[in-house]
């Protein structure tokens, strides 16, 4: 079954994906796939900028390459399905259908054996996971393909521009949050509060009742850390950063969790150095390779008793939990959204952190 379905349509791919000079270039006449067994085609109405993105086509990280043909990278996109293929049993053509980095994992519904991870509730680092824009092609196209498995459903009255940047930033945020382990009226400081994902563990936190310290740099980020229900934002080039923090959280002895959504090695210097003793670091920002070593030296850790866990964005079970809040009004996405053209500028300012928030391109705009 299908609707009306293009041969060509707008796309972004890279040439010379992979690379450190890859260049993203749109284009009218890319191909659209046709849905294999299992998998849904999706016309792609909206698609959210992760500085991920750009690590992962740049191979900023050691061994993760996109797939041989892989050349559109991405993985937030909102959209409606426009075919099904096979033995596709759940969705119909016209579905509102979310993209997360997920594109599949081990399926027991068609009779596979779910592996340690999977059967742990770890889905998201399944041991025969593919992920988009890795193993297969990611959002950049206004026509990708979405296995039945990982496609999620957009509830009514949430707003495709919102959906799509959710995707990862928003349940990304969610399950960090959820990580962290906070009890009502605890601290958590954020890293990279003013950003894609931060500003979304800001209000997240905020909303379940958590006291939220946002740590950023500028004026503007200043602002997207407020409006987002931050209590106090500290400048992160304030030479005395790690003590604001501290101060902040009344007694002195710092937060109970830190959530480092930045991308940068100097964040993961200092993040543990604001946590009290029993402290939790929640690793979500993912930086080049190498550059994500916390600084803390092991008597520290040892000393103040700290947790350090990574977490890799979302499970669906999560998911639908987020979306909850972003149906409700709870949580909003600070977005900016640009015309289809933008998609290189785009990537560009992500990689540079010279973004308030979430870009999102609307592939139907000029
Ligand atoms: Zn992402
Ligand atoms: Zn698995």
Redesign the pocket.
């Known amino acids: 079954m299908t609707a009306d379905v293009p041969k060509v349509c707008r796309a972004a791919p890279a040439v010379g994906a992979g690379k450190p000079d890859y260049k993203i270039v749109c284009r009218e006449d890319y191909p659209v796939p046709t849905p294999g067994e299992g998998e849904l085609l999706v016309n792609l109405e909206y698609c ?1 900028i ?4 750009h690590h992962q086509f740049a191979g900023d990280w050691h061994g993760i390459q996109p797939a041989e043909g892989v050349d559109c990278t991405g ?2 996109g909102a959209g409606r399905v426009v075919a099904v293929g096979p033995k596709v049993t759940q969705f119909k053509v016209g579905d509102k259908v979310g993209l997360t ?1 997920v594109y599949k994992t081990c399926n027991d519904k068609l009779g596979q054996e779910l592996c340690e991870m999977c059967q742990r509730g770890h889905e998201t680092i399944c041991f025969n996971k593919v992920y988009l824009a890795m193993g297969v092609n990611g959002t950049y196209t206004s026509y990708p393909l979405i296995s039945e498995q990982w496609a999620i459903r957009i509830p009514d009255g949430v707003p495709m521009e919102q959906a799509a940047p959710f995707m ?2 928003g349940g ?1 945020a969610y399950t960090a949050v959820k990580a962290a382990g906070l009890k009502k009226g605890e601290w958590l400081a954020v890293f990279g509060a003013g950003g ?2 931060g500003h979304m563990v800001v209000q997240f936190a905020h909303a379940q009742g958590f006291k939220v310290i946002g740590i950023d740099v500028g004026e503007d980020k200043a602002k997207v850390v407020k409006e987002a229900g931050g209590d106090h934002f500290v400048d992160a080039t304030n030479p005395n950063a790690i003590e604001e923090v501290k101060k902040l959280t009344g007694d002195g002895l710092g937060t109970h969790a830190v959530i480092v959504t930045a991308g940068n090695g100097k964040a993961y210097a200092a993040a543990p150095y604001v946590l009290r003793p029993l402290g939790v670091q929640v690793t979500v920002g993912l930086p080049a390779n190498g550059e994500a070593i916390a600084g803390a030296d092991p008597g520290y850790i040892v000393f103040m008793g700290i947790t350090i866990k990574g977490i890799l ?1 979302t499970t669906r079970k999560d998911m639908e939990e987020a979306l909850e809040y972003l149906k409700n009004g709870q949580v909003k996405e600070h977005i900016t959204v640009y015309p289809f053209s933008y998609f290189p500028e785009a990537l560009a300012n992500v990689a540079a952190s010279k973004t308030n928030g979430r870009q999102v391109i609307e592939f139907l705009r000029d």
């Open positions: 959210g992760c500085q991920s993105d993985h937030e980095p990862c930033s990304t894609g994902v964005v």
